[in-house]
């Protein structure tokens, strides 16, 4: 078995949502490791290209792509152009994710549904067209033991209430069932499906909450582990669940979250 910086040699790996915070992380890092990589993006192209360009630096080839992920002829150009560029895809990390907070009574249908199309919809339409090209391809046992791997990115609150934040956290919730129905459904055909769930990680989307001393404080009475992730935390459980280092793992959600889902308010009134 190749080493773990070696171990997505012959890879082709999509990640959405990647020209920040988790998936830029998780791109890079695929990259590192061997893969080639199609780095999807929405609106940040800037971005996009930038990570693009620091896996091409660090000696793979990657492509960055412009899609929206909640819309179907979008997804299927996405997987069009990983095609093109590189022949096939191995790996999918669906990452791509977005927060439209308000409290229930105040929250507009317009951000329910966003969010819901964007975070569960839109990784199951990454999924479907990627489980049908790894169909299509066939297993490849020179390049993995599986015939394709999936990562999804799910998060603490799959399994953790989020006054205030009801659309994700259902989205969530959603994304954990998507993942174990597809991963029950296709282990047969040797792909591979899961979830990571991360906690507080320190990523443009929850600036607020670790910004500030105050903020940070008070965020960290919530995990047992003393500290706020970092986005290489999370992509290095991808780049673990997307190897065949992995291989007898499927339907799985690995939680990276300082253990916050310990429930630490109840470590002094057990």
Request: net charge neutral; with cysteine; glycine share 10%.
């Given at each position: ?13 999509l990640?959405t ?36 360009a620091?896996?091409?630096a ?5 492509l960055?792509v ?8 979008e ?9 093109g560029?590189f ?6 990390v ?7 907070d308000?409290?229930a ?7 329910w ?7 569960l ?23 993995s033991r ?6 999804c ?10 006054a ?14 998507m993942?174990?129905?597809?991963a ?5 055909r040797?792909?591979r ?11 443009p ?8 001393e ?6 960290l ?20 669940l ?7 793992v499927t339907g ?8 916050m889902?310990?429930y ?7």
């Amino acid at each position: 078995m190749p080493p773990p910086v070696l171990a997505l040699a012959g890879h082709v790996a999509l990640v959405t949502g990647a020209s920040s915070g988790l998936g830029a992380a998780t791109a890079r890092t695929l990259g590192a490791a061997g893969a080639r990589v199609v780095v999807n993006y929405n609106a940040d192209r800037e971005g996009g290209e930038a990570v693009a360009a620091s896996i091409r630096a660090g000696g793979s080839q990657a492509l960055a792509v412009q899609a929206d992920v909640s819309q179907e002829d979008e997804v299927e150009a996405l997987l069009a152009a990983a095609r093109g560029a590189f022949g096939t895809l191995h790996v999918l990390v669906a990452n791509a994710g977005l927060q439209q907070d308000a409290r229930a009574e105040e929250m507009t249908l317009a951000q329910w549904r966003r969010v819901i199309e964007v975070n569960l919809t839109g990784q199951f339409l990454c999924c479907r067209a990627a489980i049908r090209e790894f169909l299509r391809r066939g297993p490849a046992p020179k390049v993995s033991r599986a015939t394709g791997k999936i990562v999804c990115m799910s998060s603490v609150h799959e399994a953790i209430p989020w006054a205030g934040h009801v659309n994700y956290a259902a989205s969530k919730g959603g994304v954990m069932l998507m993942m174990k129905s597809l991963a029950q459904e296709f282990a047969d055909r040797r792909i591979r499906i899961n979830s990571i769930a991360p906690g507080a990680i320190r990523t443009p989307i929850n600036r607020a909450a670790w910004e500030s001393e105050a903020a940070e404080e008070k965020l960290l009475r919530l995990i047992p582990y003393g500290r706020i992730g970092e986005p290489e935390d999370v992509a290095q459980a991808a780049l673990w669940l997307a190897s065949d280092l992995s291989d007898y793992v499927t339907g799985a959600t690995l939680f990276v979250d300082g253990g916050m889902t310990l429930y630490p308010g109840f470590q002094d009134n057990g």
